[in-house]
T-cell receptor, first 112, second 110 residues
Framework: DAGVTQSPTHLIKTRGQHVTLRCSPI?????VSWYQQVLGQGPQFIFQ???????GRGNFPDRFSARQFPNYSSELNVNALLLGDSALYLC???????????FGSGTRLTVV | DQQVKQNSPSLSVQEGRISILNCDYT??????FLWYKKYPAEGPTFLIS?????DKNEDGRFTVFLNKSAKHLSLHIVPSQPGDSAVYFC?????????FGSGTKLNVKP
């Protein structure tokens, strides 16, 4: 049974560019959350979606946006990339809100 | 603004002994607390959770204790095994927002 899958696994972008990260939740999971993890820190919450609606948003600028599709997969979009956006971006899915999120292995984004 | 703090960056324990990982929080509105384990090059793995209306939750070798008056959360692992060596994150939720601590690296020595 497939876990949470994220693509791509690694990505290098230039400052000012746009990036789209993708996440496929575990089959049957309806909630997806996105996190940013900078080296040496814990994951920082970006967004939470449930049943295709945004249910939570962390303290990130409007350059960050996300959506959840009818099949419950999700995209995280970041515009006008900055060097400080370089991080591991984690996606997590869960059957219901606020319980037992399963994480993917993440997308390592490097902005140069 | 660090609402969830893990003040011990690392912990070393002998195999078979108890591991106690601690977590402090500042927001009394948190309604759910979770512990995750993370191996290198993998995403965090959910371990155990506890609702804010409880003070203890047990699952096999893992027990989480919640002291709301002290705003303190702890994870006990008994007995500790070498395979438990990983980074442990505590997390708390408030109105669908998640907050993670910075992690504690646990090393269980054989």
């Amino acid at each position: 049974d497939a876990g949470v899958t994220q693509s791509p696994t690694h990505l290098i972008k230039t400052r000012g560019q746009h990036v789209t990260l993708r996440c496929s939740p575990i089959s049957g999971h309806k909630s997806v959350s996105w996190y940013q993890q900078v080296l040496g820190q814990g994951p920082q919450f970006i967004f939470q979606y449930y049943e295709k609606e945004e249910r939570g948003r962390g303290n990130f600028p409007d350059r960050f946006s996300a959506r959840q599709f009818p099949n419950y997969s999700s995209e995280l979009n970041v515009n006008a990339l900055l060097l400080g956006d370089s991080a591991l971006y984690l996606c997590a899915s869960s059957l219901v809100l606020n319980y037992g999120y399963t994480f993917g292995s993440g997308t390592r984004l490097t902005v140069v | 603004d660090q609402q969830v703090k893990q003040n011990s960056p690392s912990l070393s324990v002998q195999e078979g002994r108890i591991s106690i990982l601690n977590c402090d929080y500042t927001n009394s509105m948190f309604d759910y607390f979770l512990w995750y384990k993370k191996y290198p090059a993998e995403g965090p793995t959910f371990l155990i959770s506890i609702s804010s209306i409880k003070d203890k939750n047990e699952d096999g070798r893992f027990t989480v204790f919640l002291n709301k008056s002290a705003k303190h959360l702890s994870l006990h692992i008994v007995p500790s095994q070498p395979g438990d060596s990983a980074v442990y994150f505590c997390a708390a939720t408030n109105f669908n927002k998640f907050y993670f601590g910075s992690g504690t690296k646990l090393n269980v020595k054989p």
